[in-house]
């Protein structure tokens, strides 16, 4: 498959904070790191938050967060995920210890909880899991990183029992402006994807106008969730600009201004040196 042109360059860089870049799309493969790495750079997108979302993708985002100056890594077992072990158990013994391992694993996630993929029978293992992350982000002074699809009362009842961590991020945040205020009362970061530019997408573009600038974070979830006008065509950190600048008009925001903001918020969020 042929990937989209890169877009015009940022005016000031910004990190991708949610990226797959082990991660397949169809029969298109996943593309080098480091030639990811340089697409992205040259269009104002030279950081990225690598997620790993099994074990070993959890496994792979260490590495490579080891290895290039310009990732760091999140870790986690994917709500979708959890039901399908044989032992929750020593799946989170091994993130835990992935999650130590270096200082450039900066988050415990993605977790959370899906309703979308995952019915009733395995919905009671996702909760366990996500309460159990929440507990290792906190003991560990980690970044949270929330996986939220079609659960959204029930995200901020576990966190509200759990109690969330100093920080946490609702990836590719997916709520209207009501739910948008709950996260943010909460103390969340939110993140949004190419999903902002969807046509369909109204509610969420009335989330993202709703939420105050130093709370504001921008992602891709590459190679999926692609902006317009290449929806549906795989994604990479270096189309972040496409984002950007639909959110900078949906916001009425200067967009050097946003793009600021925003490499400043994934710092709080993340930490900086790197």
């Not at 496409?242 to 925003?262: F, N």
Request: with cysteine; charged share 25%.
């Amino acid at each position: 498959m042929t990937r989209p042109g890169a877009p015009e360059p940022l005016p000031h860089p910004v990190v991708d904070n949610h990226c797959h870049l082990d991660v397949a799309r169809g029969d298109d493969p996943a593309v080098p790191v480091a030639e990811a790495l340089a697409a992205a750079t040259a269009t104002g997108v030279p950081r990225i938050v690598q997620i790993g979302c099994d074990l070993p993708g959890a496994r792979w985002a260490v590495e490579a967060a080891a290895t290039y100056d310009a990732l760091v890594a999140g870790v986690a077992l994917h709500p979708n995920e959890a039901p399908r072990l044989d032992s929750l158990d020593d799946a989170l013994a091994e993130i835990e210890a992935l999650a130590s391992a270096h200082d450039k694993v900066r988050a415990v996630g993605e977790t959370g909880l899906d309703f979308f993929r995952t019915g009733e029978e395995g919905r009671a293992v996702q909760e366990e899991s996500f309460r159990r992350h929440i507990d290792l982000a906190r003991r560990l002074d980690k970044t949270l990183v929330i996986h939220d699809r079609d659960a959204h009362d029930a995200v901020l009842r576990v966190l509200d029992d759990e109690g969330a961590p100093e920080r946490w991020v609702m990836h590719c945040f997916s709520g209207d402006a009501g739910f948008a205020r709950a996260c943010l009362e909460r103390g969340a970061f939110l993140s949004f994807a190419g999903t902002v530019t969807f046509r369909n997408a109204q509610p969420l573009r009335e989330a993202l106008a709703v939420t105050p600038r130093d709370r504001v974070l921008v992602e891709t979830d590459a190679p999926y969730l692609t902006p317009v006008p290449h929806r549906g065509r795989t994604n990479g950190s270096y189309l972040v600009p496409l984002t950007v600048r639909a959110m900078a008009e949906v916001r009425g925001d200067d967009l050097g201004a946003l793009c600021a903001a925003i490499d400043a918020n994934t710092e709080a969020a993340f930490g900086g040196g790197w």
